[in-house]
């Protein structure tokens, strides 16, 4: 398929351990986005990259948060010493660079902390 | 900060009947608003989008409406099908440095399409 790609699809992991999340974007986007979607709410952003930089940070929740994307494609939202309250689904969103891009979701990964 | 919200958190729509869905947003130099729908266990899904230099834009059975005089946003979903059932989000983006920052969302409208 052509579309954002995400995995795991669901992760359950005990409080403390540390989570990997990977994105995949659509070829040739060049910007791409993390945002947060707790049970019932709309969904929080928390960083974007345009190719491997990322120029804002402060949507992450917390330092035990960060995320990386080398070569420009994939990237990873790490998250450390996780805690109950970062039980979501985490989406990832790609688009091309520009003005009135839209943005293009993958189906998230559904992270639960038990 | 400033946000975007919607209206009303559910709307129940007999089958083949028109749906209008509104959202508000407080930012004023808002310039671009999409709408997104998401079904259970989905990502959000791209729909229809709109610069602040129009004031209507229409896609296959979707019409989106801005009014940025009391900024104000909705999307109107003609002859409603089963399949419409889902969620809906507006969303109004950012700008930082020339290039697109995060998305801002509402909190969604459940559209429920009655047979």
């Known amino acids: 398929g052509a579309g954002v790609s995400q995995s795991p699809s669901n992760k359950v992991t005990e409080k403390g351990k540390d989570v990997e999340l990977r994105c995949d974007p659509i070829?040739?986007?060049?910007?791409l986005y993390w945002y947060r979607q707790s049970l019932g709410q709309g969904l929080e952003f928390l960083i974007y990259?345009?190719?491997?930089?990322?120029?804002?940070k402060s949507g992450l929740p917390s330092d035990r948060f960060s995320a990386e994307r080398t070569g420009g494609s994939v990237s990873t939202l790490t998250i450390q010493r996780t805690q109950q309250e970062d039980s979501a689904v985490y989406l990832c969103?790609?688009?091309?660079?520009?003005?009135?891009?839209?943005?293009?979701f993958g189906d998230g990964t559904r992270l639960s902390i038990l | 900060g400033e946000s975007v919200g919607l209206h009303l958190p559910t709307l129940s729509v007999q089958e083949g009947d028109n749906s209008i869905i509104n959202c508000a947003y407080s930012?004023?130099?808002?310039?671009?608003f999409i709408w997104y729908k998401q079904e259970s266990g989905k990502g959000p899904q791209f729909i229809i989008d709109?610069?602040?230099?129009?004031d209507k834009r229409q896609g296959q059975r979707v019409t989106v409406l801005l009014n940025k005089t009391v900024k104000h946003l909705s999307l109107q979903i003609a002859a409603t099908q089963p399949g419409d059932s889902a969620v809906y989000f507006c969303?109004?983006?950012?700008?930082?440095?020339?290039?697109?920052?995060?998305?801002?969302f509402g909190k969604g409208t459940h559209l429920i399409i009655q047979p």
């Open positions: 969103a790609s688009s091309l660079w520009g003005s009135n891009q839209p943005q293009h």
């Open positions: 070829s040739g986007h060049t910007a």
């Open positions: 990259f345009q190719g491997n930089s990322a120029p804002d």
């Open positions: 930012n004023s130099a808002s310039d671009y």
């Open positions: 709109i610069r602040s230099n129009m």
């Open positions: 969303a109004e983006v950012g700008y930082s440095g020339g290039g697109a920052d995060g998305l801002t």
